[in-house]
């Protein structure tokens, strides 16, 4: 379970940091304003750069939170920038490395639930199946939102950096 969580989150966090990097630098060649980055969306009706990188987070930290039987975190959204949210990302990374691995090596077989912002819930019969099936396809999709969005605005990135550095 930590290496289908942790060993997974915080590598890709680690890389959207990184795709942050090469936006700012992106902006301060084309002398663009950053804001105009944060606010991108691929279409009218989905979040902002903000709101998929604040998404990732929260997945990436309401998962170990659950699977070691912790109450789910609150998780704001209130970053403006760039720095913020790379400040975000970087608490993300320690919350979620923070989590003791038999903890969350114990949620496997624990039945948890998922609070939405809205309030409603969802019920999983183990920890497993909410990693598997919710928690981490939820997070890639936001990781790779995020990264599409900063593509589409022509932030000159590849697949590598989405992937991160090959061993």
């Known amino acids: ?48 750069l903000i709101r998929q990188v604040c998404e990732a987070n929260r997945h990436a930290t309401i998962a170990c939170a659950l699977l070691a039987g912790r109450a789910q975190p609150t998780v704001a959204d209130s970053d403006t920038d760039m720095a913020g949210l790379k400040a975000r ?28 912002r809205n309030g409603a819930t969802r019920s999983f019969d183990d920890g497993r199946s909410l990693l598997l099936t919710f928690s981490l396809p939820q997070f890639f999709f936001h990781v790779t939102t995020a ?21």
């Not at 060993?7 to 060649?29: I, M, Q, R, T």
């Not at 589409?152 to 992937?163: F, N, Q, R, S, T």
């Open 1 to 48: 379970m930590v290496q289908a969580s942790v060993e997974v989150f915080v590598p890709y966090l680690n890389n959207l940091s990184g795709v942050l990097d090469k936006a700012a630098a992106f902006a301060e060649a084309r002398r663009i304003d950053p804001a105009d980055l944060l606010q991108a969306r691929l279409a009218p009706d989905m979040y902002n």
């Open 89 to 116: 990302i970087a608490t993300a990374i320690d919350d979620v490395r923070s989590v003791p691995p038999a903890a969350i090596e114990e949620g496997a077989k624990r039945e948890v639930s998922f609070t939405f």
């Open 147 to 167: 990264y599409d969005i900063l593509r589409h605005a022509g932030v000159p990135l590849a697949k590598p950096d989405y992937l991160g550095a090959r061993r």
